[in-house]
């Protein structure tokens, strides 16, 4: 298809939720190495009550849809995660408007408003080893993919895999951002919890629209 309905909006939310529910864990895990382990928690309760609020009631609109997600993990997540995720559904529900369905270059400005809403409030730049790393590469490869003509399917799985490599690339720096950074050199040697769950919300996002 060349757009995502708000149906299929919803659908990537719904993985989104059960990705980070499976890989709870390991997310935990992650942030237990460089953190207060607790990513994986923080980001499991959030993501369900994201996921009972859109069972509750049926948004009428992409902007209803992203924003009530956004202020869901605003205020049921304490951690940093929280209203950094948040204003990235924020500032989307934002830029889409009332609308039913996006194209390609409506999800692309909408992905990259919340790719901007996070550099707002995190302050993050590319190498301090945060969920930044994985998603300014995964929005920047969504665009180039457009841009050559690819469809909705082959742009979102071009993002995913940049989401990953970026997660991955994560893993040797010393982190400059967050609890992390308190560690400074002995950050090195483990990815970013927050990268990590960035990339599953790229790769949901791929399956969702391939699905
Ligand atoms: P907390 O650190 O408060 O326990 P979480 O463990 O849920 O919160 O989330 C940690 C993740 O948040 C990090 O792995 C990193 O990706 C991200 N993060 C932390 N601070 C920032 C920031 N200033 N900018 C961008 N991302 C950040
Ligand atoms: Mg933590
Ligand atoms: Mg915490």
Same mark, same amino acid.
């Given at each position: 298809a060349?757009t995502?309905?708000?149906?299929?909006?919803q659908d990537?939310i719904?993985?989104f939720g059960?990705?980070?529910?499976?890989?709870?864990?390991?997310?935990?895990?992650?942030?237990?190495a460089?953190?207060?382990?607790?990513?994986?928690?923080?980001?499991?309760?959030?993501m369900?009550?994201?996921?009972e609020?859109?069972?509750?009631?049926?948004?009428?609109?992409?902007?209803?849809?992203?924003k009530?997600?956004?202020m869901t993990?605003?205020?049921?997540v304490?951690g940093?995660?929280?209203?950094?995720y948040?204003?990235?559904f924020?500032?989307?529900?934002?830029t889409?408007? +009332?609308?039913?369905?996006?194209? /390609?270059?409506?999800? &692309? %400005?909408?992905? =990259?408003a919340?790719l901007?809403?996070? @550099? $707002?409030r995190?302050?993050?730049?590319?190498?301090?080893?945060?969920?930044?790393?994985?998603?300014s590469?995964?929005?920047?490869?969504?665009?180039?993919?457009?841009a050559?003509?690819?469809?909705? +399917?082959?742009a979102?799985?071009? /993002?995913?895999v940049? &989401? %990953?490599?970026? =997660?991955?690339?994560?893993?040797p720096? @010393? $982190?400059?951002?967050?609890r992390a950074s308190?560690?400074?050199?002995?950050?090195?040697?483990?990815?970013?919890?927050?990268?990590?769950?960035t990339?599953?919300?790229?790769?949901?996002?791929?399956? +969702?629209?391939?699905?």
């Amino acid at each position: 298809a060349d757009t995502v309905s708000i149906a299929t909006l919803q659908d990537w939310i719904i993985r989104f939720g059960a990705a980070v529910a499976e890989k709870r864990e390991w997310l935990t895990e992650l942030d237990s190495a460089i953190g207060d382990a607790d990513h994986g928690a923080n980001m499991a309760r959030g993501m369900s009550a994201v996921t009972e609020k859109l069972a509750a009631s049926a948004p009428a609109a992409a902007d209803d849809l992203l924003k009530t997600v956004g202020m869901t993990l605003v205020s049921s997540v304490g951690g940093a995660s929280g209203p950094l995720y948040g204003t990235f559904f924020l500032r989307m529900g934002m830029t889409t408007g +009332a609308v039913q369905d996006l194209d /390609a270059t409506g999800l &692309a %400005a909408a992905l =990259r408003a919340g790719l901007e809403g996070i @550099v $707002a409030r995190g302050k993050p730049e590319a190498g301090d080893k945060t969920m930044f790393d994985a998603m300014s590469p995964a929005v920047d490869a969504l665009d180039a993919a457009i841009a050559g003509g690819a469809d909705l +399917a082959e742009a979102t799985q071009a /993002a995913a895999v940049a &989401a %990953a490599t970026g =997660r991955d690339a994560t893993l040797p720096l @010393v $982190a400059r951002k967050g609890r992390a950074s308190y560690l400074g050199e002995r950050s090195a040697g483990h990815l970013d919890p927050g990268a990590a769950s960035t990339t599953l919300l790229f790769e949901t996002l791929a399956a +969702a629209i391939a699905a």
